[in-house]
């Protein structure tokens, strides 16, 4: 039996979300002088607060207003494996990284699944010895620039669905012979510990901690 432990990042393996200390690590270590755009970003909050824009839009205007249209791939990538190690040093549950090791050990197949972008996802899933990675996907266009577009849809709530369903059909797996066990601390990944034989709600906000006891889920808290 193939046995698959998916992960999610943001609070769950790391103490604290990524995608806004991103940013600011790539304006301070780039362009400082792009913190003058600084006054517009709550418009993107306002617009998304009022439905106006989804959460992938703003996500994507943040980007363009401190990372700017299009970044070479080349030159952001030492930034984003500094941007990698500082997270590991300073903002990652300890327990979440021995439970990654304990299943490691046990032989399970390692699947981080987020709605960060994969632009630095990847360097903090390879240093914590992941086998796959699902998250959002940004353009890179012929020329290796990144652009503030999202290829597909945001890798949030239920989108992770799909791709994880993607990754069983790659890789030959099937659903019926695998067990699977899905870590989170969001109420927004309902679907993915649902989808899992085995759910653990890894230090669960309020919502997801009501619906664990609700549905039999185990509790753990990582702080």
Sequence with gaps: MQKISLYDMDRTITVH?????????????????????????????????????????????????LMGSGPKLAALRPHIERFAEKVLRSNRHQKALDQIEADRAAGRTLVLVTASYELYAEAI???????HLIGTLLEVDDEGRVRPHIIGENCYDDVKIGRIEDLFAQQGWQRAESHVRAYSDHVSDRAMLAYADEAIATTPTPKLRHMAKQRGWKIVYWR
């Design 17 to 65: 979300g990524t995608y806004t200390p991103f940013l600011f690590h790539m304006v301070f270590a780039r362009a400082p002088w792009r913190l003058i755009f600084l006054p517009l970003l709550p418009f993107g909050f306002v617009a998304y607060g009022l439905k106006l824009i989804s959460r992938g839009q703003l996500k994507t205007f943040n980007q363009r207003m």
């Design 125 to 131: 899933a390879r240093r914590l010895g992941f086998d």
